[in-house]
């Protein structure tokens, strides 16, 4: 079979370490180990909010892709800038690579929301097909006009990892947190629940970018100052991959508090690790976690997360969580690594881009 070709368009470099980014750059690195020709543009300017920068810089990338050529464009870029897609929709075979819905994001007010949806829809009915991370957002995908048989699900792959060790004997139970430090991932949530478990012995460290919504990082910041939780839990910001598969390693708890997600790599990074799992409904993240290896609150829930979280940190705690554990282990199993990732992805852009090879 010839080689197949596949242009990239992503906001800004790839390598930055969110779970969108780096779906994107392990499946550009798992098409290239299958011998596609991947070429990756760099969009520049602000998205999703875009300015006059990055209109220009989406113009002229697709303006410069040959005629014909597959393109897969990151949602974050696409989701704001109709206008380039619709008017290359015809020369290129466009699809779209979409984490979450751009309107769904945790803050918008009614205007913004039903702004993005607009632009959303215009957006995705001109690409020849849809990519989605997860069956939810695929489902989510109605609300823009998106014809079902247009759409593929190709789920992140996940690791395989040594079983996490925990913090040591005789230290407190360890719990970990690995996301951007922003609103739709709740950690303000989070502390107002550990601010009411002070009783029991426990430390949290929370891992994750504090520049991509400096406002809400700074608030959260104080938030633990004023709630005495300084001594106990960490904002360590943004960690090489080293680094993180550390934290992992000595976690005892995986807790996320996110509003909503079109996934939650990091759910699956800790059930790979043998974690039990403390997250909320929002989003896909009920179709991501196996019950059995997790407790889910409503999300904004201080109350019900501490609730949550209280039998797993107290007596018997240990006890209960590898209940837990044993379940995380068995369901990682049959995730699909990413070599398995790029394979359906591969499929999904021959399929949705009518098979021939360019």
């Not at 070709?5 to 390598?15: A, D, N, Q, Y």
């Not at 550990?194 to 919504?213: K, M």
């Amino acid at each position: 079979m010839t080689h197949a070709s596949l242009h990239v368009v992503v906001p800004g470099p790839l390598e930055q370490r969110t779970g969108g980014y780096i779906y994107d750059a392990r499946i550009v690195t798992g098409l290239r180990q299958l011998d596609w020709r991947v070429v990756v543009h760099n969009l520049a300017g602000r998205f999703p909010d875009v300015d006059t920068l990055a209109s220009r810089s989406m113009m002229s990338a697709l303006a410069a892709i040959p005629t014909g050529s597959r393109v897969v464009i990151d949602g974050l870029a696409m989701g704001g800038l109709p206008g380039p897609v619709r008017a290359e929709s015809r020369r290129l075979r466009v699809l779209a690579l979409v984490h979450h819905p751009l309107s769904d994001e945790t803050g918008l007010n009614a205007s913004s929301r039903a702004r993005f949806v607009a632009l959303e829809r215009e957006a995705l009915t001109v690409c020849a097909g849809v990519v989605v991370t997860s069956e939810f957002t695929a489902r989510r995908l109605s609300v823009f006009g998106v014809d079902p048989a247009r759409v593929r699900v190709v789920r992140p792959g996940t690791r395989r990892s040594p079983a996490a060790a925990g913090p040591g004997a005789g230290a407190a139970p360890a719990l970990l947190c690995v996301a951007t430090v922003a609103r739709r991932k709740g950690q303000d949530v989070l502390i107002r629940a550990l601010a009411s478990l002070q009783d029991l012995p426990w430390t949290c460290v929370c891992a994750g970018s504090l520049d991509r919504d400096p406002g809400y990082a700074r608030a959260v910041e104080e938030q633990t100052r004023a709630t005495g939780l300084g001594g106990r839990l960490r904002l360590v910001g943004e960690c090489e991959p080293d680094r993180v598969d550390e934290l992992y390693h000595h976690a005892s708890l995986f807790v996320l508090p996110s509003h909503y997600e079109g996934y939650g790599m990091a759910l699956t990074d800790a059930l790979a690790r043998g974690l039990p799992v403390v997250s909320t409904t929002g989003g896909a993240i009920p179709y991501t976690l196996p019950p059995e290896a997790c407790r889910l609150v409503p999300p904004g829930d201080h109350q019900a997360l501490a609730d949550a979280l209280r039998p797993l940190l107290s007596d018997g705690g240990a006890e209960r969580r590898a209940v837990l554990a044993t379940a995380a282990r068995r369901h990682a199993d049959g995730l699909p690594d990413w070599r398995e990732a790029a394979k359906t992805f591969a499929a999904a852009t021959l399929e949705l881009t009518a098979d021939g090879d360019v």
